[in-house]
């Protein structure tokens, strides 16, 4: 059974920092593509940020390019999202999630599995 963890969330200044980390277990992680999504109150899901499997190519959404870097570890089994220049309309709770399919995978119900979220809240 795939399980997926996130940590790393927290209550930040605008401008601040936060590296979230989801750790993977249950299959070969480098089989897996991974992706980051967010949902803040009211709204609904967002796509933040997509890594193909075996790493490489990345992609981002507009509101968080160049702001944000999706990263991982085959060897740790563990995705990273590392957010700089925080700003308030970041706030939300924050998932990763595993999938199967080969590419940049940019929506949700392309996954097959989700972690339990992790809140990151943003203040002006």
């Known amino acids: 059974q795939v399980q997926l963890v996130e940590s790393g969330g927290g209550l930040v200044q605008a401008g601040g920092a936060l590296r979230l980390s989801c750790a993977v277990s249950g299959r070969t992680f480098s089989s897996y593509a991974m992706g980051w999504f967010r949902q803040a109150p009211g709204k609904d899901t967002e796509f933040v940020a997509a890594n193909v499997r075996l790493g490489g190519t990345t992609f981002y959404a507009d509101s968080v390019k160049g702001r944000f870097t999706i990263s991982r570890d085959n060897a740790k089994n563990t995705v990273y999202l590392q957010m700089n220049s925080l700003k308030p309309e970041d706030t939300a709770v924050y998932y990763c999630?595993?999938?199967?399919?080969?590419?940049?995978?940019?929506?949700?119900?392309?996954?097959?599995?989700w972690g339990q979220g992790t809140q990151v809240t943003v203040s002006s």
């Open positions: 999630a595993a999938g199967t399919r080969v590419g940049l995978l940019t929506g949700a119900r392309e996954y097959d599995h």
